[in-house]
T-cell receptor, first 112, second 112 residues
């Protein structure tokens, strides 16, 4: 079982709609969760992080965490073509030393 | 802004060559990481370092070594490059815990 799992997509969403990206993790000890955006040919950039159960909002982005279900999601409201990218979910995992484990990423396309 | 730089954007090497990938960060971060990214496999951790002269193996350390002689610099070494090491290599750094990693632009290495 992969430690962090995402649907690889592609996920296609019309412009202006809400894009919903999902991620599950296997280690109940994970405390910190991150969403990175990666444009084609570029390196990942951090867009959101969440530590507590519930929702965290930042502009058009909302991260949601449910530790009981081991589930993290990212909602993008009023999707724009510039949101088209691969979104990587990451969780901290302690295996000897503390580190981040990344999901495979979900490719999102926003259609004008 | 955090700046993480990598010595080359593109590199072509021959099988059996020794390859050095350099990473420098300018924010006095304690932690530095080397990942490789391959289609369908996502980001995989090769090595990381919590301090000068410290190193920890990640998930796929075989065929690689690292060096951290100065806090700002973390080098990845391929002792004898092989074709299966053709990949995108990404360096990242973070302060304190392993949260909020900042990535460099990446080095696309091709081994022929």
């Amino acid at each position: 079982q992969k430690e962090v799992e995402q649907n690889s997509g592609p996920l296609s969403v019309p412009e202006g709609a809400i894009a919903s990206l999902n991620c599950t993790y296997s280690d109940r000890g994970s405390q910190s969760f991150f969403w990175y955006r990666q444009y084609s040919g570029k390196s990942p950039e951090l867009i959101m992080f969440i530590y507590s159960n519930g929702d965290k909002e930042d502009g058009r982005f909302t991260a949601q965490l449910n530790k009981a279900s081991q589930y993290v999601s990212l909602l993008i409201r009023d999707s724009q073509p510039s949101d088209s990218a691969t979104y990587l979910c990451a969780a901290d995992i302690i295996q000897g030393a503390q580190k981040l484990v990344f999901g495979q990423g979900t490719r999102l396309t926003i259609n004008p | 802004d955090v700046k993480v730089t990598q010595s080359s954007r593109y590199l072509v090497k021959r099988t059996g060559e020794k390859v050095f990938l350099e990473c420098v960060q300018d924010m006095d971060h304690e932690n530095m990481f080397w990942y490789r990214q391959d289609p369908g496999l996502g980001l995989r951790l090769i090595y990381f370092s919590y301090d000068v002269k410290m190193k920890e193996k990640g998930d796929i350390p075989e065929g690689y070594s690292v060096s951290r002689e100065k806090k700002e610099r973390f080098s990845l070494i391929l002792e004898s490059a092989s074709t299966n090491q053709t990949s995108m290599y990404l360096c990242a750094s973070s302060t304190g815990g392993i949260w909020e990693q900042y990535f460099g632009p990446g080095t696309r290495l091709t081994v022929t």
